[in-house]
């Protein structure tokens, strides 16, 4: 018989580093963002995809860029058994792109999508950043003119309206012009910029030969004050990439959208083209964004298929979770999973438990937890209104033999009712204000 070694066998497990639980008290806030955001989402036309947590490392290189932070020090990358160089996924974009090029759903045609689930970046755990963090993202496809560029900020405001954050959050954008524009600033910056190099931190100077924009988005106060000065990007835009700035201005402040022009908001990856836009806040310390984007018409391309114009964004729930936290924004059927409580005595529970089968075939839509363990009514009935739950039915001898339930108002001031079980599902619809499935 093969020996057993215990060692180790009453070692309590953690979960890892910058890698959370959610349990379900903390889901309220969560299950409340995640359904007013779809909401939205559909009310603009948006449909859902899925698509892998783990794709080919090279995916992300080409895609985020091989000299960007993520790929160079905060990726997840591993070889399968085959060898081959993998990744989980750190942010929604490129994934999304490969799936629609894969699935032929950019051929000859347009899409709005939306996505939503965990990515993975190896940074340091901070408030409202974490190393598996939860985004909810959207990508358009098809669409070259400006007028997909403004719905989509049109639609981040709705979310921000729609969750009652409007008040703590703020615009921010910027036009990084044309590709042809881009590269021809970018010479003029570098020129600038190499006059200070000596000035410059470690990753300012890495940046300077591999991706000189990114310098734009240095937090080093040395290097903000060398830019100063430097040569702006809207400063070297061609009419048509100026035009569609301005345009989007001026249908912002028609929509009523207060926003900041921000002239160093370049976007941290290389596939960002034209409109660059961020939500920030001041709620929640040095990391203040909390929904970025911006157009790349490029990307599709990039990874192998036909020329096709994109632009998206994504929101960090994490932040957006702590923002309506503080707010107190979440309302009050969200934090509780009961409508009904039903209480009984012992002997009963299989009377009483087949009724509310009954009940949920015909009202679905009602939340019911059944007291399962039994327990005196007086127990029963505190664990009832410890749920939260608006009414309890109680099961008892009379109430069986009579073929009646009683009904306990627990959040109202109105006197208990015996009422006929037959008339269960009408009563409930009419006090939860829901009809028959």
Known sequence: MPEVNFTGMNKKFQSLRGMNDIDPSGLST?????SRIFEIFASYGYQEIRFPLIES?????????ESTDIVEKEMYSFEDRNGDSVSLRPEGTAGCVRACIQNGLLHNQTQKLFYSGPMFRRERPQKGRQRQFFQIGAEAFGFPGPDIDIEMIFMTSAIWSHLNLSEVVTLNINTIGSLDERNKYIETFTDYIKRYESDLDDDSKKRLTRNPLRILDSKNVKVQEILTDAPMLLDHLGETSRAEFNNICNLLKKRGIEFKINPRLVRGLDYYCKTVFEWTTTELGAQDAVCAGGRYDGLVEQLGGKPCAGIGFALGLERIVLLAEQKEVVPEKYTHNSDVFVVCEDNLWSQAIITLENVRAECSDI???????????????????KSKSRVALIFGEREISENTVSIKYLRENREQELIDIKDLTQILGSIFNVGRV
């Open 30 to 34: 969560w299950k409340f963002i995640e």
């Open 367 to 385: 939340r019911i937890t059944f007291n399962c363990g039994g327990g005196s009514l007086k127990s029963q009935l505190k664990r009832a209104d």
């Open 57 to 65: 490392t090279d995916l992300f290189k080409r895609s985020v860029g």
